[in-house]
């Protein structure tokens, strides 16, 4: 019960301008405060679903959001971003002390998605808003084709690492917490691994989208990290790539706190109960519901964006 | 790939710099969590005036961030810490220091590296600090 303490704490901040301010509608709509409240549930239910789901949370609000809000997507965009960094910041300690994330491997990937999501973010806000609503629904579709089709691979073997992989000694070493057994793990395809991590900054900025949908397949099968390496790092590289261009956004204006806070503050607070209700929930069930949900927010954005539903 | 027995013995110890980080990475969003959320409570109760009158959001949110800018004269680039004491400006406090927390972690690491004699890694972090810092500026961004 003691954990839905702060989400009423939550509910009842955003409450709080509700009286004060009820005649503050346009002409005909609801009061203001009622999308951000809205935001915040709709944050709590996608923090709650994201964790068993086995998806970011950052990958369904940008899609939802974006669709079904009335905030214009280049906000979306800039409060996505938020969300991701709020959670990967949030999870980063943990997983670094544990090992699950390893420092050493996320730092060469995150220099160059850093640098390019920077590009990402530039060019995604330079862009007109239904070429975005067009690209952004072809990539959760995507992002849904990828979640059927992709597997993974637990402990890949990796017999030698490669040249690169050696010389910056990208290896470590943790204790999987299902069997007790205490894994040594190390990588290889190092040079196409920070190929893909280019691209990956890219989408990230340009979107505004979590990017754990791609870092973990690409650590995980490309470079050969055991899968609960390839999500802990994913977390620490996906700290810095949405660092650098979350200032993007925020430079541009394009990062508006009534749209952001109630966001990321949903957002965790349903994360912390996705993780509690993790046994109770049946994953696959919540997985198919999700990319149900995703499959519906990516044709919206899709058909958005090129004007057959507005 | 080597995976051993289970065993009773403790968690393997972490890199050094990887647990400094960690550290020093909880603080960072420790802090930057408590200021988002301070700050949110006083713009939304009214406590602090705000740039933008939340009763005009809905007008204004729907519109592209250039067109927004220009209806509500809301700031670019570092020109909102002149207008910190507006309510919903504020709130960027928590958003930058959420942004920018990493920057310390990464420059703690540097000595470490050097220490050590591992220069690629204390040039990958300096590299890093390097790039952060380039989105922050606002040069990019066409920011002041």
Redesign the interface.
């Known amino acids: 019960m003691r954990a839905w303490v702060p989400v009423a704490c939550g509910g009842a901040?955003?409450c709080?301008?509700g009286p004060?301010?009820a005649?503050?509608?346009?002409a005909g709509?609801p009061p203001?405060?009622v999308?951000?409240l809205a935001l915040f549930v709709a944050c709590f239910v996608m923090g709650i679903v994201a964790v068993p789901a086995g998806i970011g949370g950052g990958t369904l609000f940008v899609p939802i959001v974006g669709s079904f809000f009335?905030?214009?997507l280049?906000?979306v965009r800039g409060a996505g971003l938020?969300v991701a960094?709020?959670s990967a910041?949030?999870a980063?300690?943990?997983l670094?002390?544990?090992?699950l994330g390893?420092?050493?491997l996320a730092?060469?990937l995150?220099?160059l998605a850093?640098?390019s999501s920077?590009v990402g973010?530039?060019v995604g806000?330079a862009m007109p808003?239904n070429v975005v609503q067009i690209l952004l629904g072809a990539l959760v579709l995507g992002i849904v084709v990828l979640m059927f089709v992709s597997k993974k691979s637990e402990?890949?073997?990796?017999e030698r690492p490669d040249r690169l992989a050696q010389?910056?000694a990208l290896h470590?070493?943790?204790?999987?917490g299902a069997?007790?057994?205490?894994?040594?793990?190390?990588v290889h395809r190092t040079v196409p691994g920070l190929l893909v991590f280019l691209g990956i900054g890219v989408l990230a900025g340009m979107f505004g989208i979590g990017a754990g949908w791609a870092n973990v397949p690409a650590l995980n099968l490309l470079m050969g990290a055991?899968v609960k390496v390839a999500a802990g790092t994913s977390g620490v590289v996906l700290?810095?790539v949405?660092?650098?261009?979350?200032?993007?956004y925020?430079?541009?204006?394009?990062?508006?706190?009534?749209?952001?806070?109630p966001s990321?503050?949903g957002m965790?607070l349903g994360a912390r109960i996705g993780a509690r209700l993790l046994n109770v929930l049946k994953g696959s069930v919540v997985r198919r519901l999700v990319i149900g949900v995703l499959l519906f927010a990516g044709a919206r954005a899709l058909l958005k964006g090129l004007g057959v539903w507005p | 790939m080597a995976v051993s027995a289970p065993t009773s013995r403790a968690h393997p110890v972490q890199p050094e710099e990887q647990l400094r980080y960690a550290r020093l990475l909880d603080w960072g969003t420790r802090v930057g969590l408590v200021m988002l959320v301070l700050s949110f409570a006083a713009y939304v109760s009214g406590l602090a005036e705000s740039h933008v009158p939340v009763q005009r959001l809905p007008e204004v949110w729907q519109h592209p961030v250039a067109k927004y800018l220009e209806l509500t004269g809301s700031p670019t680039g570092w020109d909102w810490v002149a207008l910190i004491h507006r309510g919903d400006i504020a709130g960027l406090v928590g958003i930058g220091i959420l942004a920018g927390c990493s920057l310390l972690c990464l420059a703690a690491l540097i000595p470490l590296y050097l220490r050590r004699g591992d220069r690629t890694f204390a040039v990958l972090c300096a590299a890093e600090i390097a790039v952060v810092l380039l989105a922050a500026s606002g040069w990019l961004a066409g920011g002041h």
Do not use: K
Not at chain 1, 23 to 26: H, S, T, Y
């Open positions: 901040l955003m709080l301008a004060a301010d005649a503050g509608a346009v709509g203001w405060w999308w951000p009335p905030f214009h280049d906000f938020l960094l709020a910041l949030s980063g300690p943990m670094l002390r544990g090992g390893s420092l050493r730092l060469p995150a220099l850093s640098a920077i973010a530039l806000l808003a402990f890949p073997q990796v010389a910056l470590g070493v943790f204790v999987d069997s007790g057994r205490t894994v040594h793990w190390q055991p700290s810095l949405d660092s650098s261009a979350a200032w993007v925020i430079n541009r204006g394009a990062v508006l706190p009534m749209v952001a806070v990321v503050v965790m």
